[in-house]
């Protein structure tokens, strides 16, 4: 069984990463540049909900203009990495989308930017967690 299921995590990871594309450009980043505040995480195969009073954890983010990730757990710098931005096919649509890809994580994330000020991460995975943020302003 155990193989079994790397297996299907290595094919998906192969599709995920077939046919990127680097997008260089800052208009495609300064949407996302910023810090943000965690709001909650949802998903995972049972539809678990996590928020900062079921965690007990105050979660920021931060993506710099120099392509640097920064994510604050409690305001501790709890992960440092760099990031960029790949179009790529994504598994939530037919559509390729851009995906931000870190350094600090084999899982990379589509993401929705809505009204400006919030920021919806999607770990690009089955079974896996949509995060959402609220800018810092």
């Not at 505040?37 to 954890?57: L, Q």
């Not at 920064?70 to 440092?80: G, H, P």
């Not at 790529?88 to 000020?117: G, H």
């Amino acid at each position: 069984m155990k193989s079994y299921v790397l297996i299907l995590f290595s094919l998906v990871m192969i599709l995920v990463s077939c046919s990127k594309e680097n997008i260089t450009s800052t208009e495609a980043a300064s949407g996302l540049t910023g810090e943000w505040n965690w709001i909650d995480s949802s998903g995972g195969i049972a539809g678990i909900t996590y928020t900062p009073k079921s965690t007990g954890e105050i979660r920021r983010v931060e993506f710099d203009t120099n392509g640097v990730f920064r994510l604050y757990i409690n305001n501790v710098l709890s992960t440092e990495s760099e990031y960029h931005l790949v179009k790529s096919r994504s598994i939530y649509s037919q559509d390729s989308a851009l995906l931000i890809v870190r350094k600090s994580s084999s899982i990379p994330q589509s993401f929705i930017i809505r009204s400006r000020d919030t920021l919806i991460l999607m770990d690009e995975c089955f079974d896996c967690f949509e995060h959402l943020y609220t800018r810092i302003k």
